[in-house]
T-cell receptor
């Protein structure tokens, strides 16, 4: 009963390096989301997907890219990391859209960009 | 535009006492409202939601919240706090009539229940 799994859980990057965060869910959910959490700012939506092969921009998409090639996976990429991208990243999934369906969250990926 | 405010960064309450975590929202239409809880080094967990119907919503772990349309509030409550309730609580809103299809989260309230 894994739910939503994120890898890696911790990562340290140097400015300009690239990396990919992987999110996997085993609940057959259509909707998947990437958020970032910063102190005092709550969660902000980066990108989301309403189904396999689809992606859309959220509130703070700049500097990130995503892909949803398989229904169960949602990848978040940083092409050229910046210190402003130091944050905790959460993946979430839901059966229904965010209006009515509850979100199921992973345990987070802590990224530090030096 | 939709927004949500959690006016208190920190709430302290003694074990056994009632607790309230405040949330107010702003939407142009009618809201969908949610509460989530985050324990240290964990992801958020769903507590309860208001979609329609009864203004008093009951959720997990003995929590409840009351939707008050006139005051645009959705405060989280529990009659008797436990030390294990200590966590970070987030309110979230989505405007049913708005073009935004995503939730907006508040900045969070750290609840500490003192033994």
């Amino acid at each position: 009963n894994a739910g939503v799994t994120q890898t890696p859980k911790f990562r340290v990057l140097k400015t300009g390096q690239s990396m990919t965060l992987l999110c996997a869910q085993d609940m057959n959910h259509e909707y998947m989301y990437w958020y970032r959490q910063d102190p005092g700012m709550g969660l902000r939506l980066i990108h989301y997907s309403v189904g396999e092969g689809t992606t859309a921009k959220g509130e703070v998409p700049d500097g990130y890219n995503v892909s949803r090639l398989k229904k169960q996976n949602f990848l978040l990429g940083l092409e050229s990391a910046a210190p402003s991208q130091t944050s905790v990243y959460f993946c979430a999934s839901s059966y229904q859209g965010q209006g009515t369906g509850e979100l199921f969250f992973g345990e987070g990926s802590r990224l530090t960009v030096l | 535009a939709q927004s949500v405010a959690q006016p208190e960064d920190q709430v302290n309450v003694a074990e056994g006492n009632p607790l309230t975590v405040k949330c107010t929202y702003s939407v142009s239409g009618n809201p969908y409202l949610f509460w989530y809880v985050q324990y240290p080094n964990r992801g958020l967990q769903f507590l309860l939601k208001y979609i329609t119907g009864d203004n008093l919503v009951k959720g997990s772990y003995g929590f409840e919240a009351e939707f008050n349309k006139s005051q645009t509030s959705f405060h989280l409550k529990k009659p008797s706090a436990l030390v294990s309730d200590s966590a970070l609580y987030f309110c979230a809103v989505r405007d049913r009539a708005g073009s935004a299809r995503q939730l907006t989260f508040g900045s969070g309230t750290q609840l500490t229940v003192l033994p």
